[in-house]
């Protein structure tokens, strides 16, 4: 009953606030004049918004084919609810915690643009001057929309449906805002260190892998760990959508139609392919037969792995970049301890490592030539500064990241129990969450 009460509450209380929203927030005090936007780099980054949002959908097969049948629905079911709760999240508060004015470079100021107040089509954000703010703000939505469904894959198959809508919740208000706001606020703290992340590696992979590993260790091991993928058919469905709308995530963040878009459209597909051939070659150096599963996870880390450098490499640093982050995830996968901590789809191993991986390696090989924004190049050119920036970002995130997710799980489950009982986990979640099965 408390529960009902809480969630009519909350419902009611964004439905009505945004009703009034525009008389119950005050008027921007600044005139801005309007900016002339460029068209194509405008329909260029509306084509973008929507493939990233592809992307959360393609995790939901992607990871929805690797667990057990009496759980695929209920793990589609948890990337489905991240494009709902986040959405409007992110128009009520987050935007503006991870864009508003900068405190301390920590955090945003939300109160300017709660409810997306003074985020319209006359204004432009300083980095992406080309196109409408409103414009901007949904593309970055869609990067928090997929950062905490990244996390799912951790504990598949053992968590409550609301305790993760509310971990999820918490986890971008405390955990993606302050990361957002540090790596791309012109005034964060890592931005104004210097340190280079494209598109997401440390915002939104190192973070949900760090946040992957602390909710496995958390929530404790499955009851049966071993259980055979439900549709790998759907496995490499989702690889295809996934590999497909990164071409949104990772070009899309030249913020224009222009030669930097390509750029790193290029590194974005050589990267996955190199990644996708070593996992398949080294399964079958190591005397496993060549899998689709092996093939689709190997693509996905080298996706994940070029994303920080994708705009500031040339394309054969991205081969290596895609080759060297597989064999590094493929180990990780044969080595972690699965006795111990039941990480079910190796989101740590392949995410958290993987995106680790692509922020060394853009320290190594990040180019003026390629992308004349780089004030420092990386070790390859000769300056180590960058190399270092990037090390202690690294160092930052991870600490954090475990640190505060691991709070935020002891929160949620103090609030509500996370995990599901013995008897709801063998008999599914996709029943006994949502009663429904395939």
Same mark, same amino acid.
């Not at 901007?136 to 939505?141: D, E, G, I, N, P």
């Not at 210097?194 to 958390?218: E, N, P, Y």
């Given at each position: *009953?408390?529960r009902?009460?809480?969630?009519?509450?909350i419902l009611i209380t964004?439905l009505v606030?945004?009703?009034?929203?525009?008389? #119950?927030l005050?008027e921007?005090?600044?005139?801005?004049?309007?900016?002339?936007?460029?068209?194509?780099?405008?329909?260029?980054?509306? +084509?973008a918004?929507?493939?990233?949002?592809l992307?959360t959908?393609?995790?939901?097969?992607?990871?929805?084919?690797?667990v &057990?049948k009496k759980n695929?629905?209920?793990?589609?079911m948890q990337?489905f *609810?991240?494009m709902?709760i @986040?959405s409007? %999240?992110?128009?009520?508060?987050g935007?503006g915690l991870?864009?508003g004015?900068s405190?301390?470079g920590?955090?945003?100021?939300?109160?300017?643009?709660?409810f997306f107040?003074?985020? /319209?089509?006359?204004t432009?954000?300083p980095?992406a001057?080309? $196109?409408p703010? #409103?414009l901007f703000?949904?593309?970055?939505a869609?990067?928090?929309?997929?950062?905490?469904?990244?996390?799912?894959g951790?504990?598949?198959?053992?968590?409550?449906?609301?305790?993760?809508l509310?971990?999820?919740?918490l986890?971008?208000?405390?955990?993606?805002t302050p990361?957002?706001?540090c790596?791309?606020?012109?005034?964060g703290?890592?931005f104004?260190?210097?340190v280079?992340?494209?598109? &997401?590696?440390?915002v939104v992979?190192m973070s949900?892998g760090?946040?992957?590993?602390a =909710?496995? $260790?958390?929530?404790?091991?499955?009851?049966?760990?071993?259980?055979?993928?439900?549709? $790998?058919?759907?496995?490499l469905?989702?690889t295809? %959508?996934?590999?497909? !709308?990164?071409f949104g995530?990772?070009?899309?963040s030249a913020? &224009?139609?222009n030669?930097?878009?390509?750029q790193a %459209?290029g590194t974005t597909?050589?990267?996955?392919?190199?990644?996708?051939m070593?996992?398949v070659f080294l399964?079958?150096?190591i005397?496993?037969k060549p899998?689709?599963?092996?093939a689709?996870?190997?693509?996905v +880390?080298?996706?994940v792995?070029?994303t920080?450098?994708? /705009?500031?490499?040339?394309?054969p640093?991205?081969?290596?970049? =895609? !080759?060297?982050?597989?064999?590094?995830?493929?180990?990780?996968?044969r080595?972690f301890?699965? =006795?111990?901590i039941?990480d079910?789809?190796d989101?740590?191993?392949?995410?958290?490592?993987? /995106?680790m991986?692509?922020?060394? #390696?853009?320290g190594?090989f990040?180019?003026?030539?390629?992308n004349?924004s +780089?004030?420092?190049?990386? %070790?390859?050119?000769g300056?180590?500064?960058l190399?270092y920036?990037?090390?202690?970002?690294?160092?930052c995130?991870?600490v954090?990241a475990f640190?505060?997710?691991y #709070?935020l799980?002891f @929160?949620?489950?103090?609030i509500?129990?996370?995990?599901v009982?013995?008897e709801?986990?063998?008999?599914?979640?996709?029943?006994?969450?949502?009663g429904e099965?395939l």
């Amino acid at each position: *009953m408390i529960r009902k009460i809480t969630l009519s509450l909350i419902l009611i209380t964004i439905l009505v606030f945004a009703f009034f929203s525009n008389t #119950l927030l005050p008027e921007n005090p600044s005139a801005v004049r309007p900016v002339l936007f460029d068209s194509g780099d405008t329909a260029w980054m509306i +084509v973008a918004t929507a493939l990233v949002l592809l992307m959360t959908p393609g995790l939901g097969f992607f990871y929805g084919g690797m667990v &057990g049948k009496k759980n695929v629905i209920s793990t589609m079911m948890q990337s489905f *609810m991240a494009m709902v709760i @986040v959405s409007v %999240l992110w128009v009520l508060i987050g935007y503006g915690l991870s864009f508003g004015p900068s405190i301390t470079g920590i955090i945003g100021n939300p109160m300017p643009n709660l409810f997306f107040r003074n985020v /319209g089509t006359t204004t432009a954000w300083p980095l992406a001057p080309t $196109i409408p703010l #409103l414009l901007f703000a949904l593309f970055q939505a869609k990067f928090a929309i997929i950062t905490p469904a990244l996390i799912t894959g951790a504990f598949a198959e053992r968590i409550r449906f609301w305790a993760y809508l509310l971990f999820m919740v918490l986890f971008i208000l405390f955990v993606y805002t302050p990361l957002a706001h540090c790596t791309w606020h012109p005034n964060g703290i890592f931005f104004k260190m210097g340190v280079l992340d494209f598109a &997401g590696g440390t915002v939104v992979h190192m973070s949900a892998g760090w946040a992957a590993l602390a =909710g496995a $260790i958390f929530l404790g091991k499955r009851k049966v760990q071993k259980v055979n993928p439900a549709r $790998i058919t759907y496995v490499l469905l989702g690889t295809g %959508l996934l590999w497909f !709308g990164w071409f949104g995530f990772n070009a899309g963040s030249a913020m &224009g139609a222009n030669g930097l878009a390509a750029q790193a %459209l290029g590194t974005t597909t050589v990267a996955a392919a190199a990644a996708a051939m070593t996992w398949v070659f080294l399964d079958k150096i190591i005397g496993h037969k060549p899998s689709a599963m092996g093939a689709c996870i190997g693509t996905v +880390v080298g996706l994940v792995a070029i994303t920080p450098a994708a /705009g500031f490499v040339s394309i054969p640093h991205a081969v290596f970049i =895609g !080759g060297f982050a597989s064999l590094v995830s493929n180990f990780v996968v044969r080595k972690f301890p699965k =006795g111990k901590i039941d990480d079910a789809l190796d989101v740590f191993a392949c995410h958290g490592v993987g /995106g680790m991986t692509g922020m060394v #390696l853009t320290g190594v090989f990040a180019s003026k030539t390629v992308n004349p924004s +780089v004030t420092d190049q990386g %070790l390859l050119f000769g300056e180590t500064t960058l190399f270092y920036h990037q090390l202690l970002a690294l160092v930052c995130v991870s600490v954090f990241a475990f640190a505060m997710s691991y #709070l935020l799980f002891f @929160v949620v489950n103090s609030i509500t129990p996370l995990r599901v009982s013995e008897e709801k986990e063998a008999l599914g979640l996709d029943l006994s969450q949502h009663g429904e099965y395939l």
